[in-house]
């Protein structure tokens, strides 16, 4: 009789994997649901504070899952009543915005805003559309979990409180942009049609950072503490040192075009025959013709009708005549069928139909098809297509198999079960030799740089998804290997626009991180000097500008031989263009590096021949600027804004996005004003 470490032994290698994934579990599943029960201030560091208030790391992840609560809710609560699932506004699960609801909610409750239990009545109502009976929505509370525990209906209608409470409060900001002055419509039609061309003279801020004097170590450090919890955007003024996620990883690409020609040599006249044979009813008609039976005689044209004659009344005990004339004799229906090959000269014909005796022939439906010559060649490419993607579903499921072994030797090794040394990872070079694949690597990089190499970063797959429009969905390669809760060695298989092929599956995960201040004191001091030297480049733009302006030149004409500096001459341009999905969006004119509303707001604001110094977005770059000439001019175009008031939909646009800025820097004002200071990086 076999003992227990018999059991074990022949069970070795699942049981380990089974412990090391238990291990991850307790390691990343267990604390935040344990922190959601409640902690103290001791065991739960502070995540933000502000002006009057705080909230702590278990307070914000149970108002994340509260949110996600709620969402949850509202979903199921629409579905009920027929709603798309995929078209409601819901709110958004982050952290940040969280914590900006709870700033919004105060700004409220000064302002005298509250939401009553009728008003969060009248909401679900609306929500439903009236289509949900209140024990359907006691069944959904009663469904929804937060963590280990149930969601009453109090702690639910308190979450939706709220959110409703810093909705309105935002829905009354929105109410003093309703309707636009003339005065606006005016300018936003401007940035709408009018051009500008200028002269410009880029003065980066890094070839004036050398006369910066050098910092101290004590300035340096309080700059790297000013900025140590902001991650960098290329976009933004101010620096950012907190150091972005990253992710390594190795893939294969399967060449689409290899693969197929090298099926296409497989492919048979035979197979191409059989599939023509096969499919041509369905892939290969031609017009359709209806054409007589060969047996059918020619009709002959009927006489006119004659007019018809009153039906006599019935005799006593005698049945009611049919009617005559008018009402056409009915007849059996027949379906048309495909024009079938002719039978053997052996075959019998088969009995007709007693019932059919009487009947005209059937006309039969005649079918030409494109002849097999015509196609083959389509034939053939599409059986080389099917082959090749047979045979790289085939290479990478078993390059899968041995990703997934070396994942379980990896787990059994690190739970110290598999020897002194780690187990060997697949040999992708040598993999791609044989099955006529390339094989690549990634060094630690971010989103942006995976998307930027191309390739397999811009790859995607489509997935089942019960819960879309049409059972499947699109779900971006960047998705599979740098989102939440995705798993180092797991295999991700993805495909591009040109069709080719990639598995791949990530190495490494480094999580985002506020580095040393020593290991990062370059990048500090680089930063410090692009701040502090704007003032110079800056200077020297506006001094260019005023010289060019006094002395009535143009800048080439002014710089003559010097070539530290390049006057650019750029546009026509708009200040806005159509941006994606036709929304008006800022232009991005050839030579202007990243420029921002300050850049354009000083073109635009010139006459010609007028000069003046502006920075890019994220003052890196300050331009000395001469507008040359506008397009058309605007006695012109004011005459074009007179005619074209009876269609506002283009003007609209842009005053919609003129409000979402000044409701992004309402945001922004509101955090500033409450003093906002995130403890960490807030997570999405």
């Known amino acids: 009789m076999a003992g227990s470490f018999d059991v074990f032994r022949k069970y070795q290698r699942s049981l380990l994997v089974a412990v090391a994934i238990l291990a991850m579990l307790a390691f990343f599943v267990l604390p935040p649901f344990l922190q959601m029960g409640g902690s103290t201030a001791a065991g739960d560091p502070l995540a933000a504070r502000w002006s009057g208030g705080e909230i702590r790391e278990g307070q914000l992840e149970r108002s994340v899952a509260m949110r996600a609560v709620v969402n949850r809710f509202l979903v199921e609560a629409a579905v009920g009543a027929g709603r798309d699932p995929a078209r409601l506004p819901l709110f958004p699960e982050s952290e940040e915005a969280v914590v900006r609801t709870t700033l919004v909610n105060e700004e409220a409750r000064r302002n005298g805003l509250v939401v009553s239990d009728t008003a969060i009545n009248d909401f679900l109502a609306q929500w439903t559309n009236n289509l949900v009976r209140p024990e359907q929505l006691a069944e959904i509370i009663a469904g929804l979990r937060l963590g280990p525990t149930g969601v009453s209906q109090h702690d639910l209608f308190e979450a939706l409180r709220a959110e409703l409470t810093a909705r309105n409060m935002l829905f009354m900001f929105q109410t003093g942009f309703s309707g636009d002055p003339p005065g606006w419509r005016w300018d936003y039609f401007k940035r709408l049609e009018q051009k500008a061309t200028v002269e410009v003279v880029p003065v980066p801020v890094e070839s004036v950072a050398a006369q910066v004097p050098a910092p101290s170590d004590a300035e340096l450090r309080a700059f790297f503490e000013r900025y140590k919890n902001d991650l960098p955007d290329p976009r933004r003024a101010a620096p950012g040192f907190r150091q972005e996620r990253r992710a390594k990883y190795e893939y294969f690409t399967a060449k689409r075009e290899i693969f197929e020609a090298e099926a296409a040599k497989e492919v048979t006249d035979e197979a191409v025959e059989a599939f023509y044979d096969k499919n041509k009813a369905t892939m290969f008609r031609a017009a359709e013709a209806k054409t007589p039976p060969a047996d059918a005689a020619p009709k002959a044209e009927a006489p006119a009708a004659e007019p018809a004659k009153p039906a006599e009344p019935p005799k006593d005990g005698e049945p009611a005549a049919a009617p005559q004339g008018g009402v056409e004799r009915r007849r059996a229906v027949r379906l048309a069928s495909f024009k079938q090959p002719a039978p053997d000269a052996d075959a019998k014909p088969p009995a007709a139909d007693k019932g059919d005796a009487a009947e005209e022939p059937a006309t039969e439906t005649a079918l030409d098809f494109e002849p097999l010559e015509k196609v083959k060649d389509r034939i053939r490419e599409q059986l080389a297509r099917e082959k090749a993607a ?295």
């Open 390 to 684: 047979a045979r790289i579903d085939a290479i990478f499921s078993a390059i899968a198999g041995d990703v997934g072994r070396y994942a379980e030797d990896l787990a059994i090794w690190k739970a110290g079960a598999g020897g002194a040394s780690p187990p060997p990872p697949p040999d992708i070079d040598l993999i791609a030799k044989k099955q006529g694949l390339e094989a690549g690597r990634s060094e630690l990089v971010t989103v942006d740089q995976a998307v930027s190499a191309g390739g397999v970063g811009q790859s995607f797959e489509f997935v089942v998804d019960p819960g879309s429009r049409f059972g499947v969905r699109q779900q971006n390669w960047i998705d599979a290997i740098f989102g939440q809760n995705t798993m180092p060695l797991r295999p991700v298989t993805s495909r591009d626009v040109a069709g080719n092929r990639y598995l791949s599956w990530k190495t490494e995960d480094r999580a985002e991180r506020i580095p040393a201040f020593d290991e990062v004191r370059g990048d500090v001091e680089f930063s410090w000097r692009i701040v502090e030297g704007r003032g110079l480049a800056r200077k020297k733009a506006e001094e260019l500008a005023a010289r060019a302006r006094s002395e009535k030149q143009s800048f080439e004409m002014l710089l003559g031989g010097d070539t530290s500096l390049a006057p650019l001459k750029v546009g026509p341009f708009a200040w806005l263009s159509a941006g994606a999905g036709g929304q008006p969006a800022l232009s991005q004119p050839e030579g202007i590096q990243m420029p921002g509303e300050a850049f354009m707001a000083a073109v635009f604001g010139l006459e010609p021949d007028q000069t003046t110094a502006a920075f890019n977005e994220p003052q890196t770059v300050c331009y000395a600027i001469r507008l040359e000439s506008f397009a058309p001019p605007t006695p012109e175009l004011r005459e074009k804004f007179l005619e074209s008031r009876s269609d506002p939909r283009r003007i609209a646009a842009v005053a919609q996005g003129e409000f979402s800025r000044s409701f992004g820097d309402w945001l922004e004002g509101l955090e500033r004003r409450y003093g906002l200071t995130w403890v960490r990086q807030p997570r999405r």
